[in-house]
């Protein structure tokens, strides 16, 4: 056993693999190729002596031997990147990495602020993955990201959350719709509308069907469309009415043909959070990426963006 070699990528794959149950998946998060990830896995069996993973169906699964090392090897990844952002630290921020989860509608002010961000640490790299409630809980789950931004985050999760910036939800009609020259419309006149809604496990669309239900109004949905942009296209092309963020309605956003309606109990008040799973140790980047968040909240919420230089 003595003077095992091992590398920390080996070690990286494997604790990528053990986690993410598949090679393909662990190569994707790792930005290397499957066969690269195999290799890595291989020369680490080869030096351990035992086998660290076995193929059952398409996942692959622990031996005893991989679980030992997984314990170790976990340990040890999170000592190292504490060890990396002692470093980034002490060099100032001046490189690092920071991977961001954003929900859909995150993506009309996030991009925004990623800016004037990149502009003052030209030296961070960032990734940030857009995607719905559900399949961003996904990524949290399985620690792929340093940040999730989303809506309500459930309290059955072993999490920490800030509120950030408000998010309100409007209805949406096209310009030409009578509802659009009315000052007040009653939230009951909305059971004779047909709406187009956000695919299942969207957080927008919890939020509209929980309202619908505690006012005991039917909701007639007439097409479910997978994103925002579709949605607002469809509702421009006169197919019917929508809720969603005011973000997206935003100038910036290249909207004209669709108005908010002014429409009894709404806006639906929500907001977006920066959530952390607990007891994860926020890298410097990501601690000075959620202080940067913090002071552009005024602009953010006024949607008054600085035009780049
Ligand atoms: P969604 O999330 O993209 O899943 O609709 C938005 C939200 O939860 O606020």
Redesign the pocket.
Known sequence: MAGMRVTLGQLKAFEAVARLGSFSAAGKELFVTQPAVSKKIRLLQDEVGLPLLEQIGKRSHLTDAGRLLLGVCTDWLETWSHFEQSIADLQGLKRGRLRIAV????KYFMPRVLGPFCADYPGIDVAMEV????R?LERLARNQDDLYI???PPDDLDIDSEPLIS?PLVVVAPASNPLAKRRRIRFDELANQVFLM?EQ???????IERMFQERQTPLHVKMELGS?EAIKQAVAGGLGLSIM?RHALSPLSGTDRVVELKVQGFPIK?H?YVVTPRGKQRSVVAETFVDFLHDHVRWLESGSYPAPD
């Open positions: 929900v859909t509608t995150g995607v719905n409630r559900n961003l989303m809506g309500v998010n956000r496990g969207s957080g927008t669309r919890i939020a925002n963020s929500r977006w």
